[in-house]
C-alpha cells in the first residue's frame, strides 16, 4: 500500500526535462564558448612558439656565435656594457614602439563587459576578460665585454658563457 501511495506522488513530472533543459542549455553553451575560446588560445601559443622557434635559427643562419655583428653595434648603441644573449619574441602588432600581444576574449554570462580592449588593458582593479599570448625565444651566446677604446665589444674570455645556469 505505502508503494502505490508513493507512485502517485511522483505522476505529474511532466515537463520536468524541459524545464532542465531550459535551465542549463545556456549554461552547457556557455562552457562550450569558455572551453573553445581557451583552447583556441592553447593553440595559438603553441603556433606562436614554433613561428618563433623558427624564425629565431632563420635569422641565425646557422651562426653558432650569436649576437652577430649587426646586433652588438645596435647594442653598443644603446650603451649595454655587456651582451651574451640572443633572442627573438613574437608579436601581433606594433604601434608607438609598443608591442601587443595576440588576444583572445573571453565573453561573460552574467554582467557586464568591461572597458578593457586588448591594446589598453585596465589595470585598475586587476581583471581583463582577455587572454593574451605571449613568446619569446632566446640562447646564450659568447659574452661580449663593451670596449670604449676600439669603440665595439670584444670576447669575454674570462667568462665564455653568461646568461648559462649557474
Not at 542549455?25 to 622557434?53: C, D, E, H, W
Not at 589598453?120 to 599570448?133: A, C, N, S
Request: charged content about 25%; aromatic content about 12%; glycine content about 4%.
Amino acid at each position: 500500500m505505502a508503494a502505490r501511495k508513493k507512485q502517485n506522488e511522483f505522476k505529474n513530472e511532466k515537463g520536468q526535462a524541459l524545464f532542465e533543459l531550459i535551465v542549463f542549455l545556456p549554461l552547457m553553451i556557455f562552457m562550450l564558448t569558455i572551453i573553445y575560446t581557451v583552447g583556441n588560445s592553447i593553440n595559438a601559443s603553441i603556433n606562436q612558439v614554433k613561428a618563433t622557434r623558427r624564425y629565431f635559427y632563420y635569422l641565425a643562419k646557422g651562426n653558432s656565435r650569436l649576437p652577430d655583428k649587426l646586433d652588438l653595434s645596435e647594442y653598443f648603441q644603446t650603451g649595454m656594457a655587456s651582451v651574451s644573449m640572443s633572442s627573438v619574441a613574437w608579436r601581433e602588432s606594433e604601434e608607438n614602439k609598443l608591442s601587443y600581444a595576440a588576444c583572445y576574449k573571453i565573453n561573460t554570462l552574467f554582467g557586464t563587459d568591461s572597458d578593457d580592449d586588448c591594446k589598453k588593458p585596465q589595470i585598475e582593479d586587476q581583471k581583463t576578460q582577455f587572454i593574451r599570448i605571449f613568446t619569446a625565444y632566446g640562447i646564450c651566446g659568447e659574452d661580449y665585454m663593451r670596449n670604449d677604446q676600439i669603440a665595439a665589444y670584444e670576447r669575454n674570455a674570462l667568462q665564455p658563457v653568461n646568461c648559462g645556469v649557474k
